[in-house]
């Protein structure tokens, strides 16, 4: 097809499907799902692996204990939005549009979350014959979450493909495809994820997952050239859907701080009202503190990467920092109320305190541990709903496992878990300890 060909098909699909028509725009509107919004997550099998569906839910949990939001992963594995499939696919791959009505809109979602674009190139170079049904394919996809759902759609640009990993499970191959992938199908995605930028607009976001982790992986091959997120060349690992969670988490413009709190030791001043009892107790201090809950990061992160996207800054941010105190050094105390007494976390320096401290970095700090079983309960629940749901499609029986929003039992102690913690803490000197 003619570039002037491709440019006229490409305008006649944008009239056929007017981007937002009758919705409110985005900017100056909160882009964060509000309390009682059901969110329904759609894409391939990196949807449906699920870890980054999973980051997404655990930090609306924590950060917004009081609000009731429902994600919903309805990701499947091997899917398109363009329909298409390379002839030695073991099966035709499955189609968005073929079970929209199934598994969007008839769960009445608010926000329909779509990541595709890595299989739709069906693993071959770049060609206008197999753009245009991808162009096709997220159009109707935008058309029929604003008006079939009644949603508000957020599209994700599809992740890289990683060519240092290309994985050739069939070497005599006559045509490409996922078993001989091309070598450069990078820039596919990349073309690919270009054009789903040009979409965005005041009705519509696109969360640029392509080019956050592409460019992760470029600084962190600086000095590590064999480092990837994506073992296979397509599936990332922990960290890369940690980064397609953390973009999208920045597009939403979600609050970075958990809580900051400072404490004058000279004035017994606060800067929280959710410090209390705050007292001089041998040369240091006691005190109690309603505290929320962290993020937490999965431990299977690279803790590299996590430092490098500058994490705790950008998006938990959970500090505590103490002035007035007498130079030397200090061993901070905590416990929650009711299950003992203060247990050493760390010792620091007066200096270091009056900085303030990242209490994020300390694994054992009571609530940073409550965050941790929060995200492995809500990743095991999850994984239990998916795989319920998946075969009660095959079987055409009800799930076993009642699915997200019908699951209230398995959610309200999660919930519960999730609201602010009762703390209490000492910060007391520490002799002859040595910088």
Known sequence: MSAPAALVGLLSLLAAFPLGSGLPELEGSSLIPADGNRVVVIGDSITQAGDYVVFLETFLLTRFPDRTITVINHGLSSETAAGTSEPDHPFPRPWIHDRFDRDVTAWNPDIVVACYGMNDGIYHPFAPERFEPYQRGILRLIDRSQTDATARIDLLTPPPYDPYQRQVSDPDAREFGYRFPVVNYDSVLAHYAAWLRSLAGDHLLVADVNTSLAKHVEKRRADRVSFTIMPDGVHPNPTGHWLIAQTLLK????????????????????????????????????????????????????PESIRLEQVVDRLNRYRLTVTGLEEGHYRLLASESGSGKPQPMLVVSSSELAEGIDLTSIADFPTVVAAQGILQAVASHRSAQAQA???????????????????????????EQCQPRNLRLRIEPVANQTP
């Open 251 to 302: 597009a939403w413009n979600v609050p970075s701080i958990v809580a900051e709190v400072q404490i004058d030791a000279k004035t017994l001043q606060t800067s929280s009202d959710q410090v209390a009892h705050l007292t001089r107790r041998d040369g240091g201090l006691s005190f109690t503190w309603r505290s929320p809950l962290p993020m937490p990061i999965d431990p299977r992160c690279d």
């Open 389 to 415: 749901w998946r075969e009660s499609i095959k079987s055409g029986e009800p799930s076993s496992i009642p699915p997200p929003g019908e699951d209230d039992d398995m959610m309200r102690p999660i919930r």
